[in-house]
Every structure is written in structure tokens, then in C-alpha cells.
């Protein structure tokens, strides 16, 4: 009591300290990190390596399996994927989120060190230290009359590295445009002539491209600096190089070969509107603040438009403010109406004006301190995070009722004794109680802190949220709530709540009946239970509901081994028909085809389709069932796979998986993988519930083999060196040296005179030292076959995917019938298996961790409960409410026709914090009943406090309802999330409410009647 004296004393240091944590609470809620979701990503290192012109089975044999077995040793890792391609090979490693992201990094770097590459294999480097939520900008350099070359340039060397100076920006990416690079053009015939070899060119531009530091000379008490400028300054020089000398005349470069500016060999592309464009993307370092980053780049873009020439420009595409703003929008609305009803029930249950100002207050107050702790912690606010204060906001202002309440009792039945004393006193009564209900909360929610993985990352900082605003209505109603109960109640006459007085006396004949007939009240809950609990066992099962971004894209396949100039026609061909067909709803279409730099995985015959919507209202979902069957009809030959951009990066870098679903085959043959996967295909397309099925063609590619004939070499004087080194430099157009312009460097590169067809390919002539020539045909076999288009791995063996799109159905339920169809019509060999990925394997792993929390949440609260009470019997009565309270919970579900997810099952969770909160409002008061009427009837006992508790458990009730109310029926982006939530709470607390004073009740009478 002594304690809560010292705060009255020294009120005015309460007030003017809560003024300061409200303000610096407000500079938190300015300041704090906002994005539309929690990062999600796993702690992940990329290892990428480039070696052009190389096969995917090369680079899997040398670079992508000597990578995974050095990785593999690595403390931590959890996970190994690859991705072998044509030029260049993809490896990711997942560790345990317990570690440093900088520290795993050191680790693979120093392990990367002991990798054996091969010299002209490429070298590996790690990838950019980002997220799969990283792309936080896109834009388009757009120049009226300018080359896409030259724009690729100002990309390159300008616009690139400004961005990059940007605080949070790890990286940009340049997409699409041509890379300039310096060609010569050999003349075989002139080097036939004038007995020169391929050998001999390369080896004459790389000497004669040279510089060299000579240290410094003192001359004329100056020191000169000596330095040989030998590198290439304009093409004139090049043409001018000598490759040898023969008698007295020196054979040139331009004896034998045309010197010329050309365009180096690409394998992405992009398109905007119908034409091909110059397209960036810029990449958010893992840790920092989305939207401060956009800010700061949109900053930025005006400096580089200033730099630019006056006819080019960076204009933006697409920037994650934009759904970060709708996200968080969605919730802070949420949150706002929230208070704006709990304040307007406490005032028809408070029905004192000054009582429920103080309530009121309490609420901002209390959500401020939890902004200040989440900064302090440095959490975002974002969906999640802040649907956690959503779903508390009813219930923060418990604690200050109570010692509002209790204050408000004892001034109206002493009004002659000490103001201070009494407050004190009162707030010193319920002390224990209020804590103690903090202690059931943090008993429900702190566990879900354990769940890690995805659903983990997803919902502990709602958790953490609803701790954090709990704790500090702890500190607002056992601190500040005194200090403002001295200077605002007043000992007037109480007179009770017309809705209260109504509400007693419909409740009243109800309680009579309840406990006169409590047997059957109790046996026809129970049974009740029973019947919903089996329906809600036959409930449809996904992990998350789908997230409506309000945006539609679409990932666009063709058959392995299509042209990249075929798929960039294609694109083209689908911009302007969707812009043709729905000008009034789309305001842009963006193809990416391919791959950028940075290990991008995909082949050419692969685009993501972005379709920018107009600022209007409209239904989307509609708009892109629409736009899908148009599309599929007329471009038959290819699929559409509809997705949403941040959708489909969560799907990808949780295993590699751009679906919601899929099935791996692992085994090592991938003509059986492939095979494999086509009979499960025909298994399964018939099953209901399946929009599509998709398999990842991995075979198809065609390749032309050049194998050396060791005896044609022979006779010829050659060497497997010289034939390779043609295929390297000659046709794939590595780069001999470089050219320098500034800081610029373009490379230099040899290409044979004539088309780039398998004819001239075999008639490419080789010139042995000895003067021999043979044509490339007579000293090598050159077949065309059919081989891989890719490679993936997955803990160092190979799997093959197919992907699924399920409409109108559980995903559960879905696979439980899938996997049965497979195991009975299909028999696998040896070595070769299936497993399941995407979000039926996300709501396994969080399935299997919430079969353990719940069970232990109970246990703990059981323990709790009994400490307090000091009586299992009574702990017990509380816990069997909590069953019945959620009757309402699995109604709600069945009449909403939701599928049971993660966030159903969070809701579930919080309807039993209510309910054993409210259990304890009322058996707690029967005891106190108890001890100062020792000779009254039980029933009378029972039903004199359930009616004095009505209006407390109703408040309780009716705050955290309509606290949580604004959830179920918003809109907008994240609102589908947390509907299955809401929609739980809601049906709950109904029922929860019910069970409090009509069950409850009868139970505590049926186990104390004697």
C-alpha cells in the first residue's frame, strides 16, 4: 500500500515521467521501421558462379558439387540447393536462424577458399546480403532516340553506382538492354593466307594491351613519375596491333580481321508495353528499413535524372512502399476503430464520465509504451506486428477497470476518510489479480515464441506485441491510473448503466434456470462440444490464406530450349494484348524473360509478367480470372501460372519452390525423374481441386557436342587445347582482354567472319604450328543431342519438381488424396522418392510444434492457476471452460466455411486466454463471497456473484469483441490473413462470454453443492 502512497505523493513526477514515455512512444511510432510483412527469410548464403558457354551437366560435375560438399561441413546448416544452368551455377545454404547472417557469411567465405575450380571455370562469389523480400524498387531508364546499348552503359556506370551509395541499397541489378563489347572479326581465309593461327590473335591482343609502373625519376630537383600507358584507347590501335612479322612486312590485326563495336551474348531480357527496355532493380541490405530505403531512393532518382543526359530518364515501376502502406493502412485502421468502439462500450457499461475518460486514457497511453519497446527491440511495424495491438486493444483496458472500479467503490463507501489512502488501498487490493492476469496472457502467448521456421517468423511478433502492450497496461493501471484516480473521481452517488440494468434482468431468470437444471446444462455443453469438435476434425487444413496484393502476375513458361529472341517476341505479343483488351483497367505490363546478373536462375524460355492496375476500384480477383482464361486460350502453347509478386518470392526462397504447393522427386537419372513426373501427372489430373499442374521440364535442351578425334588430332598436330580454346574464344566470345574507356571497361573478343550457323561451325579452320590445316569437322566429332536445361539438387541429390495450383479446396485434404493415388498406382525404383513442399509442408512442421505448445499453454496455466487458488479442484473448473468456451470459436469457423490455418488456430489460442481470465474474474469472487458469507446456500452464493460479476465479464467480453471487430470486416491487403483470426476471436468470445455465466457457474455449484 505504502508503494501506491508514493506514487500519489509524488504524482506530479508520475504525470510529467508518462508525458515523456508518451512522447518518445510517439517519436517511436514516427520513427519505427515500417513493412508490410516480418522479414520472413531464412538465414540463407548464395554462392553463385559464371562460366559462359558452359553445360549444365559441366558445371554441376566442377563447380556446383565440389561447392555443396564444402558446404556441407558447415556448423549450422540445415539445408543445401542448387541450380546448375547453361553459364553459370546457383547454390544456396540455409542455416539456423540462431546465427550471425555476417558471421555465417565469414564461414562460407573462408570454406569457399578450399574450393578446387577448375582454371576458366569461373570463380564463385557470394551472393548480395538481402532478403527474398529485397526488391525494393523497380525502375526503367527510358531515352527517346537512344540505343538500348547506350543505355545499358548509363546503367552500368552511372545510374548503378548512385544508387548503390544509398544507405540500406546492398544491391543493382540491370535487366535487359545489350552490354557493349569490342569485336574482332577473323577472316579464315586471310589467315590461311598468311599462315596465322586463332592462337596467334589472341595471343597478340593480349600483349599488346599492356601498362606498367616504372617507379619514379628525380630530375631538376623534381620527382617524375614513370608509368608505360600501352592499354587500347580507340579501335584504330587495335586494327594497328602486330600479331607477327614475317620477312619484312608485320601481319596486323586488320590483315586478318574487321574491328568493330558490337553487342556481347545475353540471356535476359525485358519488356515494357510492347517494346524492349532498360530495367533495374534495387536490392535492400537484410536489416534495414524498407520503406526509409524507397524514400531515400526516390531522393536519389532525382540526382541521377539531373546526371543523366537530357534525353534519358529513371522512371519508377514499382516500389514495395506502395503495398507497405495498403498493409499497414489495413491494420492501423483496424487498430484506430478498434479504440474508437472500446471506448464507446466502456462508456455505456462505465456510465460515469470520469471513469471512463481514465479507462480511455489508458488505452493510447498503453500503446505508445508498446511502440517504445518495439523500437527498443528493433521490431517493424508492419501486418503482423500490428494486428498483435489490434487484438489486444480490448483487452489493455482490463487492468485499469479493475482499479478504476475498485478505487471507485471504496471513495463512494468511506467518503470522510483519506483520498489517498483509499486509493492506495485499492489499487494495493487488486494488485495480485491484475498481475496475475498478465501472467495467464504471457502463459498463452510466449510460447508461440517457440514455434521458429516460417510460422514462427510470421507470428511471434504478434506474440510479442500482445506482451508488450499487456505489460504496459500493467504499468499504466498500477502506476498512472492512482495518480489520475486522486485528481479525477469523485465520491458521487453510483447509479448503474441502464444497458447493464437491462442486460440483469434478461440474465437473471437465465442463471436461476442454469442452476437449478446445472446437470444438464453441463452434460448438454459437453456433448455439444463433442459433435463440434468431430466436425471441426473434418474442416479443410492450409497453412496461410492466400495474400491479395492487389496486383496480378503471371510466371509465363514455354518448352526448354526456346530462343531467347522467340520469348522476347512473345512478350511483346502478350503486352499489347492485355493492354489492347483491358485498357480501362491496366495501366502497364512489365516481362522479365530470363535471367539478370546475380544468379538469376531462370532460362530463357521462362518470364515473370507484372501488370500494373490503374488507381481505381474494381474487383481484381474477377479482373484476373478473366484476363487468365483470355490469356490461355490464345497462347496455348505456353502455360500462365498466376502468382503475386511478394507471394511468389516467399514461395521461392523458402525451398526453391515458385509455388504453393508441389511434389520433389529425388533420384539420380533425371530421363526416370522425368518420367516419373509425367505418370504423376497423369495420376493426378483428374483430381478435384486441381486449377493446373505444372512439371518443371528440366530435359529438352538442344546441344551441339564438340568431342575431340584424338587421332584425326594427331595427324593434324594438334591438341584438345587448340579445339577448346576455339570453342571458348571463337564461338562462346570470352573475353581476351579489355578495353578501357575512363573507368568504363568493355571486353575484347574474336568471332568468325560469317553466320552463327552449325555449318559454319564445322568448316571453322585450324591452323596447326607446324602449317597444317584442318577444318573443325575433320579433327572433332560434332553431334547434336538433347540434353538438360538445368540441373537442381537439393542435399546433394538431384529432384525434380512439379508444381500445383489448388482452387476451391483444403490444400490437406488435397495432398491426403494426392499421396494415396501416387503410392497405389505408381511403384518407384531404387533410390527414388517424393516428398511434399511449398505450404502443406509449412503447415506440417507448424502442426507437429502446436500439438506440443497447446498441451503445454494448458499445463502451465493449470500450475498457474493452482497457485493461485491453492486448489486443483477449482483450477480445474476454470480449465473445463475453456473447451466450452470455444464452441463459438468452431461455429464461427464452420458457418464461415474457413479452412482451419495457423491463424485460426492463433485464434483459437487467444479465446483461451479470454476464457480462463474470465473463469478467473468469477471463481476468484465466489471464494471471496465465500469467506465472508460462510452460512449462505451455495446456489444463492453462486448466483448472488456471478450477478455482481456480470458487468466486469461482460466489459471484458464486449472490449476485446469489438476491439477485434474492425479485423473481421476489413479490406485491403493483409486483411484476408487475419480474417480466419477475427473470425475465431469473434465466434469465441460469444460463446466464452456464455460459458462464464451460465456454465461456469453451474460447474463450481455441481463440484461445491455439498
Known amino acids: ?191 590461311q593466307a598468311l599462315k596465322v593461327t586463332y592462337e596467334d590473335v589472341i595471343d597478340a591482343l593480349q600483349r599488346t594491351n599492356k601498362s606498367a609502373g616504372g617507379q619514379y625519376l628525380e630530375f631538376n630537383k623534381e620527382q617524375y613519375i614513370i608509368r608505360g600507358s600501352g592499354f587500347y584507347e580507340n579501335l584504330d590501335q587495335i586494327r594497328k596491333s ?21 553487342k556481347r551474348m545475353r540471356f535476359g531480357a525485358v519488356t515494357l508495353n510492347g517494346k524492349e527496355t532498360m530495367f533495374g532493380m534495387v536490392l535492400q541490405r537484410t536489416g534495414t528499413n524498407a520503406a526509409k530505403v524507397v524514400d531515400r531512393l526516390k531522393e536519389k532518382v532525382k540526382e541521377i535524372n539531373a546526371a543523366l543526359p537530357k534525353n534519358v530518364r529513371v522512371q519508377t515501376i514499382y516500389d514495395r512502399s506502395e503495398i507497405t502502406k495498403k498493409a499497414v493502412h489495413t491494420m492501423t485502421s483496424s487498430l484506430i476503430m478498434g479504440a474508437v468502439l472500446v471506448s464507446v462500450i466502456l462508456f455505456l457499461f462505465l456510465f460515469e464520465i470520469r471513469s471512463a475518460f481514465i479507462v480511455v486514457l489508458s488505452l493510447p497511453i498503453s500503446l505508445l509504451i508498446a511502440f517504445l519497446m518495439m523500437d527498443y527491440f528493433g521490431m517493424s511495424a508492419n501486418l503482423m506486428s500490428l494486428s498483435g495491438l489490434a487484438i489486444a486493444i480490448g ?36 494488485t495480485k489479480p491484475v498481475i496475475f492476469a498478465i501472467f495467464i496472457i504471457a502463459a498463452t502467448f510466449i510460447p508461440l515464441l517457440s514455434l521458429g521456421g516460417l510460422t514462427g517468423k510470421l507470428y511471434s511478433p504478434m506474440a510479442i506485441n500482445i506482451v508488450f502492450v499487456m505489460l504496459a497496461s500493467i504499468v499504466v493501471a498500477l502506476v498512472l491510473v492512482p495518480v489520475l484516480n486522486y ?87 502478350i503486352e499489347n494484348f492485355i493492354k489492347k483488351e483491358y485498357p480501362e483497367y491496366v495501366d502497364f505490363v512489365l516481362a522479365m524473360i530470363g535471367r539478370s546478373e546475380k544468379g538469376e536462375t531462370a532460362g530463357p524460355n521462362y518470364m515473370e509478367v507484372l501488370v500494373g492496375l490503374k488507381r481505381k476500384e474494381f474487383d481484381i480477383k474477377a479482373l484476373e ?133 552449325i555449318e559454319s561451325l564445322q568448316n571453322i579452320l585450324l591452323r596447326a604450328p607446324d602449317g597444317k590445316v584442318a577444318r ?85 496455466i493449470l500450475l498457474l492457476l493452482y497457485t493461485a487458488f491453492n486448489s486443483f479442484k477449482k483450477a480445474t473448473i476454470i480449465l473445463l471452460g475453456v473447451p466450452l468456451g470455444i464452441l463459438g470459436s468452431i461455429v464461427a469457423v464452420l458457418i464461415a466455411d474457413i479452412y482451419l490455418s495457423i491463424a485460426a488456430i492463433i485464434g483459437f489460442i487467444v479465446i483461451i486466454a479470454i476464457a480462463v481470465l474470465n473463469g478467473i474474474v468469477l471463481v476468484s469472487f465466489i471464494e471471496e463471497l465465500q469467506k465472508r458469507f460462510p452460512d449462505v446456500k451455495m446456489q444463492t452464493l453462486v448466483k448472488d456473484a456471478t450477478l455482481l460479476r456480470l458487468r466486469p465479464v461482460l466489459m471484458t467480453a464486449m472490449t476485446t469483441l469489438f476491439g477485434i471487430l474492425p479485423l473481421l470486416y476489413a479490406k485491403g491487403v493483409g486483411s484476408e490473413i487475419e480474417y480466419p483470426l477475427a473470425v475465431v476471436v469473434v465466434g469465441g468470445i460469444v460463446t466464452s462470454t456464455l460459458v462464464t455465466l451460465l456454465v461456469l457457474p453451474s460447474l463450481y455449484y455441481l463440484f461445491y453443492r455439498k
Not at 559462359?52 to 556448423?75: C, D, H, K, Q
Not at 455439444?528 to 469438435?533: K, N, P, R, S, T
Open 242 to 262: 602486330v600479331i607477327k612479322s614475317s620477312g619484312i612486312k608485320a601481319i596486323k590485326i586488320e590483315d586478318v580481321a574487321v574491328v568493330k563495336e558490337g
Open 487 to 573: 485528481y479525477l473521481l469523485k465520491p458521487v452517488k453510483f447509479s448503474e448503466s441502464p444497458l447493464v440494468v437491462w442486460i440483469k434482468k434478461l440474465y437473471t431468470p437465465l442463471l436461476v434456470g442454469a442452476l437449478k437444471y446445472s446437470k444438464s446444462v453441463v452434460a448438454v455443453s459437453f456433448i455439444l462440444f463433442a459433435v463440434l469438435a468431430y466436425l471441426l476434425t473434418q474442416q479443410g487444413r492450409e497453412f496461410m490464406p492466400k495474400l491479395n496484393e492487389e496486383s496480378i502476375m503471371y510466371r509465363v513458361i514455354a518448352i526448354p530450349g526456346t530462343a531467347l529472341s522467340q520469348t522476347v517476341g512473345l512478350s511483346k505479343d
Open 395 to 430: 483487452m489493455i483496458v482490463d487492468g485499469t477497470i479493475v482499479v478504476v472500479e475498485n478505487s471507485f467503490r471504496l471513495i463512494q463507501e468511506h467518503p470522510n476518510e483519506s483520498k489517498l489512502k483509499l486509493i492506495a488501498e485499492a489499487a494495493a487490493q487488486v
Open 1 to 191: 500500500m505504502k508503494f501506491f502512497e508514493t506514487f500519489i505523493k509524488y504524482r506530479f513526477l508520475v504525470l510529467a515521467l508518462f508525458i515523456l514515455v508518451g512522447v518518445l512512444g510517439y517519436k517511436a511510432y514516427k520513427e519505427i521501421p515500417v513493412d508490410a510483412f516480418p522479414d520472413i527469410t531464412p538465414k540463407q548464403v548464395i554462392i553463385y558462379t559464371e562460366s559462359p558457354g558452359n553445360s549444365p551437366e559441366i558445371i554441376e560435375r566442377l563447380i556446383t558439387y565440389p561447392i555443396e560438399s564444402a558446404m556441407a561441413g558447415l556448423p549450422g546448416v540445415k539445408l543445401i540447393m542448387s541450380n546448375s544452368i547453361f553459364g553459370l551455377s546457383y547454390v544456396s545454404i540455409f542455416f539456423e536462424d540462431k546465427y550471425d547472417i555476417y558471421f555465417l557469411r565469414q564461414l562460407v567465405s573462408e570454406r569457399l577458399a578450399t574450393v578446387d575450380i577448375p582454371k576458366g571455370f569461373g570463380k564463385p562469389v557470394m551472393g548480395p546480403n538481402t532478403t527474398g523480400l529485397g526488391q525494393v524498387f523497380w525502375y526503367q531508364l527510358k531515352g527517346e532516340g537512344v540505343s538500348l546499348t547506350k543505355l545499358r552503359e548509363l546503367q552500368d556506370f552511372l545510374v548503378r553506382p548512385m544508387f548503390k551509395t544509398v544507405d540500406g541499397v546492398e544491391e543493382v541489378i540491370g535487366w535487359g538492354g545489350f552490354e557493349k563489347q569490342i569485336e574482332v572479326v577473323i577472316d579464315p581465309k586471310k589467315l
Open 625 to 757: 480470372a478473366k484476363m487468365s482464361e483470355e490469356l490461355e486460350k490464345r497462347y496455348d502453347f505456353v502455360q500462365f501460372v498466376p502468382t503475386q509478386p511478394i507471394a511468389m518470392r516467399i514461395e521461392e526462397l523458402l525451398e526453391g519452390v515458385k509455388a504453393e504447393l508441389a511434389v520433389k522427386i529425388f533420384g539420380e537419372d533425371q530421363k526416370i525423374l522425368a518420367d516419373l513426373a509425367s505418370k504423376i501427372k497423369d495420376i493426378l489430373s483428374h483430381i478435384d481441386g486441381l486449377r493446373s499442374i505444372e512439371i518443371e521440364s528440366q530435359l529438352g535442351q538442344a546441344q551441339i557436342v564438340i568431342k575431340p578425334n584424338y587421332l584425326a588430332m594427331a595427324r593434324y598436330s594438334l591438341t584438345a587445347e587448340d579445339i577448346m580454346d576455339v570453342v571458348r574464344y571463337l564461338l562462346g566470345e570470352d573475353a581476351i582482354t579489355d578495353k578501357f574507356e575512363g573507368i568504363k571497361r568493355f571486353p575484347i573478343v574474336i568471332k568468325p567472319k560469317g553466320g552463327r550457323d
Open 776 to 860: 573443325l569437322k575433320e579433327v572433332a566429332d560434332i553431334q547434336i543431342i538433347q540434353g538438360p536445361s538445368f540441373i537442381k539438387r537439393e542435399n546433394l541429390s538431384r529432384y525434380m519438381l512439379i508444381s500445383f495450383d489448388v482452387e476451391g479446396r483444403d490444400i490437406a485434404s488435397f495432398v491426403k488424396e494426392a499421396n494415396e493415388k501416387i503410392h497405389k498406382n505408381l511403384h518407384f525404383p531404387a533410390g527414388y522418392y517424393i516428398q511434399w513442399a511449398g505450404d502443406f509442408k509449412n503447415m506440417q512442421e507448424a502442426t507437429k510444434k502446436l500439438a506440443i505448445i497447446i498441451p503445454a499453454v494448458l499445463l502451465l
